[in-house]
């Protein structure tokens, strides 16, 4: 953990679903909090893993910041992670939130006296989302292949089966079902955690597809950069869109724009994922040397 935790008093507050008990810095605003890892959760722990996903750390920070920051509804929020090394699943990882220096916030977390991820984030007042008319065929909301996206279970696939089109590549996002770890607590507006995940999604898909990287292979996520509107209504259906271009060697830094559902313009929101591929016997060579993500 940081230095300044163990010498400052800690105030407990309520937590959320994710977290253990939040302890706020008594003399400064930055906060710390156990991550809750629970295998049998049926997203999270979607198929057996010898780690903490990623998508749990990036949930878990959500939530830290959104119980410790005042944010505007309708605004927008700009933030970036990068996964420094594995996590394991044993012992709890610690989120914290750094005190406030400028708008833009740091988060860290650590497993003992290791950093896994760290990033930032900064939350920004709503702008005027142009809007236009979006007709969009049934055909696009069919899942994306499970294998395609490392998915084991129907109700976490948030993307649709892509299509190309006009040098880009399309795939719808879909809808966390209600009760699902992704549906968000405003039930009206598209979650940033769905939208990050289906992002996530697409830039595993688009490897395979693009990259000819193997399905066996295993993907190391080496970090994210978003910048989204957090009160975008689920009535407006959205798509992710990339423009196609080379995918060569073990690593990938894909650009994802966020689009309405028919794939064209006006672009709302922007995701960036890089990640690299190891093979089987490559995986479990880093997993015994303990070795970084990047």
């Known amino acids: 953990m940081n230095d300044h935790s163990s010498t400052t008093a800690l105030l407990d507050t309520e937590a959320p679903a994710l977290l253990g008990s939040i302890h706020r810095l008594s003399d400064q605003d930055g906060a710390v909090a ?3 890892v ?3 959760d049926p997203f999270f722990f979607d198929h057996p893993l010898d780690h903490v996903p990623g998508m749990l750390m990036v949930c878990g920070m959500v939530e830290l910041a959104r119980a410790c920051v005042d ?3 309708e605004g927008r929020v700009e933030a970036a992670m990068t996964f420094r090394s594995m996590c394991e699943l044993d012992p709890a990882p610690v989120l914290s939130l750094d005190a406030r220096d400028t708008r833009r916030r740091k988060v860290r977390g650590y497993q003992d006296a290791t950093v896994v991820a760290d990033g930032w984030f900064e939350f920004t007042a709503a702008d005027d989302l142009p809007e236009r008319e979006c007709r969009v065929d049934a055909s696009r909301w069919t899942k994306a292949p499970a294998s395609l996206v490392h998915r084991a279970r129907g ?12 040098g880009h590549v399309t795939a719808a996002v879909l809808q966390p079902p209600a009760g699902h ?18 992002g996530r999604q697409f830039a595993t898909w688009l490897p395979h597809r693009f990259g000819r990287w193997p399905l066996d292979a295993h993907m190391l996520w080496i970090g994210v950069t978003v910048e989204l509107p957090s009160g975008l209504p689920r009535s407006r259906p959205v798509a992710l869109r990339w423009r196609v271009a080379p995918i060569a060697g073990n690593k990938a830094k894909l650009h994802l724009d966020l689009v309405p559902a028919d794939g064209r313009g006006p672009v709302l929101g922007s995701l960036c994922y890089a990640s690299k591929v190891l093979g089987p016997a490559e995986y479990a060579r880093f997993r015994g040397n303990g070795g970084s993500a990047a």
Do not use: F, K, S
């Open 34 to 36: 156990e991550l809750r």
């Open 38 to 40: 629970d295998q049998r």
């Open 71 to 73: 944010t505007a509804p």
């Open 155 to 166: 109700e976490n696939i948030m993307i649709g089966d892509p299509w190309q089109a006009d």
């Open 181 to 198: 770890a992704l549906d968000g607590r405003r039930p009206e507006t598209h979650p940033v955690e769905g939208l990050v995940e289906a």
